[in-house]
């Protein structure tokens, strides 16, 4: 029976992302936070696990580009999904008695406009994930409200106080789907990598580039994270459409492998097709 993880609890937006990338799935397991989502996979808890990696407004989640660099798992497909933020609280409220928000910190600089310009004289509290937020929300006092997805408070007897409160409307993030196994070939590929510099020096990221532009491999992101040795080395993330089997690609790899101190093949996995709104 397959097993697949998410960043919990109920009603969490990584669970809208694992349920609409697989409706078959024999468990639905929550998980805490992202580095034990993670370890489950590597501890064979679970088969797969959906992880966020990127939002549209506040870039990659770090924590999960992190653990990609230091466990050896495979990206067998990913979902990009419409995020819609709510402030949620225990009961119907003005806005001006709210004194505490908790909530995930990407979530919470995603509508820090809101906040600012509705809100006076509140703090805010940080949470695993906007689901784990909700969740607190009922052990605390009324002056605390949470943001997450509207549909978590069907878990729980609490209230919207207000839909939509991102401060930007085409809001998205990307989740991608975790696994030891490598994902299926399909029509329509996408390719992740990391690699890292063998010695700092002038032009090494366009020496890297350089070899998808001249095979007409079109780059979909591009980011990069301190290598955790020295202050100013870094390890680059690359995503790039097409099949690391594909000849132009493998062969575009084979040279960037030799160009690196450090390359590590993420996946490669069917591209998401649209955007899902729920």
């Known amino acids: 029976m397959s097993r697949l993880g998410f960043l919990g609890p109920q009603g969490s937006f990584t669970e809208v992302a694992a349920r609409e990338y697989e409706h078959q799935v024999g468990e639905f397991i929550p998980y805490n936070d992202i580095k034990s989502l993670v370890l489950g996979i590597v501890k064979d808890d679970i088969d797969r696990a959906v992880v966020p990696i990127e939002n549209s407004i506040q870039g990659g989640v770090t924590l999960t580009l992190d653990l990609l660099a230091e466990f050896d798992l495979n990206i067998v497909g990913e979902v990009v999904l419409v995020i819609e933020q709510s402030l949620v609280a225990k009961k119907k409220m003005d806005l001006a008695e709210i004194r505490h928000v908790i909530s995930h ?10 906040l600012e310009e509705n809100l006076s004289n509140y703090e805010t509290h940080i949470s695993n994930s906007t689901s784990e937020a909700i969740q607190q929300l009922t052990t605390l006092d009324d002056s605390w409200v949470a943001i997450g997805n509207s549909r978590a408070v069907d878990h729980y007897d609490l209230e919207v106080l207000a839909q939509g409160i991102q401060d930007n409307r ?4 990307r989740f991608i ?4 196994e490598e994902g299926i070939k399909s029509q329509n590929n996408k390719t992740s990598i990391i690699c890292s510099v063998v010695e700092d020096h002038p032009g090494f990221l366009y020496d890297i580039l350089h070899e998808f532009a001249i095979r007409g491999i079109n ?30 690609v493998k062969t575009a790899l084979e040279l960037v492998r ?3 101190s450090w390359y590590k093949l993420l996946g490669s996995y069917e591209k998401a097709v649209g955007i899902v709104e729920f």
Do not use: W
């Open 177 to 180: 789907v975790l696994s030891k």
């Open 258 to 260: 030799y160009k690196s």
């Open 105 to 114: 910190p990407q979530a919470l600089a995603q509508c820090r406009s809101f």
């Open 170 to 173: 085409d809001n998205c993030t």
């Open 219 to 248: 780059l979909t992101k591009i980011e990069s994270r301190p290598a955790k040795r020295m202050l100013g080395e870094y390890i680059f993330f690359i995503d790039f459409e097409g099949h690391y089997q594909d000849e132009r």
